[in-house]
């Protein structure tokens, strides 16, 4: 599990998901995650539980965008973008408007 630690005063921003696979399928799509143009496929053994993707405009240790999970029982496409889930730093998460955007 990753935690974003959000402590500089008066920060405010949004966070997007770019989802990469849909849940239940066993196709890892490629994406360029700066430009967001798909690359490829591949097969992995197992489904996704849930849709599968990354925050756009971070970085995590590897210097890809940090992955996650997006735990909803909506149906969501490679492609989409979920956003904005706003985040606050006195308020913590302000909105989760669900939006998706192709």
Not at 42 to 48: A, D, F, H, R
Request: aromatic share 8%; glycine share 12%; net charge neutral.
């Amino acid at each position: 599990m990753i935690r974003l630690h959000l402590d500089r005063q008066g920060w405010e921003g949004a966070l997007r998901v770019f989802i990469e696979n849909e849940a239940g399928s066993r196709t890892k799509n490629l994406y360029d995650q700066r430009t967001l143009t798909h690359l490829g496929t591949v097969e992995v053994s197992l489904p996704y539980p849930y849709p599968y993707g990354f925050v756009i405009g971070t970085r995590s240790g590897d210097g890809d965008c940090v992955d996650c999970f997006v735990l909803t029982t909506m149906v969501l496409s490679s492609g989409d973008t979920v956003g904005e889930i706003g985040v606050s730093s006195e308020s913590g998460i302000r909105r989760n408007a669900g939006a998706r955007a192709k």
